[in-house]
């Protein structure tokens, strides 16, 4: 089983200060920055694109960034986070006409790749795919939006991924991304979970302008 990671979802940060904010998060502990990737098309939300992960590179952030693809159709704009310096990109099996083409393409760009698999979506593709992949994201909401409850079936899900992983002996990260915060995030991590993302949860503690407002929600998780 790989070690901890959390991975603050930016989709709740200030973006008036987003590079400061990333920066104070990592500072506070987190491994990885989640970057949530919508298109209105795919999800009912419109987010950020390469430009801003390219900024956050610029500013000087060189932990991992791990990309959340909620785009349709998904191979156009993998080259561009590739050039953009994402590390990890993954993305909705039903959102790609080709799954293992663009995994591939990933790969073949120099980064990790992964499915995310939403809350009703069955695990079926990794039968094919579990050889590929370097992460697998279970969404424990409907893809979207921050804030929501998490939704506790997919804790099975987790266990079922769990044991698929250790029984295929390659290193894979298993995520889990919506509603987890420091009230669940033990039980999650009691299914299998090594790599939690959190959005409201981190970014909606502390005071705003307080450099050190991450400090305890991420010392807590
Ligand atoms: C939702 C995004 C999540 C979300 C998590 O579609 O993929 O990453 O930002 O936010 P919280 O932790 O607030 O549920
Ligand atoms: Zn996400």
């Not at 008036?16 to 502990?29: C, F, P, Q, T």
């Not at 939006?145 to 698929?164: C, H, N, S, T, W």
């Not at 987890?180 to 993302?197: K, L, M």
């Amino acid at each position: 089983m790989n070690d901890f990671w959390i991975a603050p979802s930016i989709l709740s940060a200030d973006f008036a200060r987003l590079g400061e904010e990333v920066a104070n998060v990592l500072e506070s502990g987190a491994d990885v920055v989640h970057f949530d990737v919508m298109d209105n098309h795919y999800v009912p939300n419109l987010t950020i694109g390469p430009l801003v992960c390219e900024a956050l590179r610029k500013y000087g952030v060189t932990a991992p960034i791990d990309v959340h693809l909620m785009v349709k159709p998904v191979d156009r704009i993998i080259p561009d986070f590739l050039k953009a310096g994402a590390s990890y990109i993954t993305f909705h099996p039903e959102a790609s006409e080709h799954i293992d083409r663009s995994l591939q393409l990933i790969k073949d760009g120099g980064a990790k790749c992964g499915l995310v698999f939403n809350p009703a979506t069955p695990l079926d593709v990794l039968e094919y795919t579990l050889a590929k992949v370097d992460m697998i994201l279970l969404m424990s909401v409907n893809p979207g939006f921050g804030g929501q409850k998490f939704i506790p079936y997919v804790l099975d899900k987790a266990r079922k991924v769990r044991e698929m992983i250790d029984n295929s002996g390659r290193d894979i990260r298993l995520e889990i991304d919506g509603g987890v915060g420091p009230a669940n995030i033990a039980e999650v991590a009691r299914a299998g979970v090594d790599t939690f993302v959190a959005g409201s949860a981190v970014f909606g503690a502390g005071q705003a302008g307080d450099p050190n407002r991450y400090n305890s929600i991420i010392q807590a998780m």
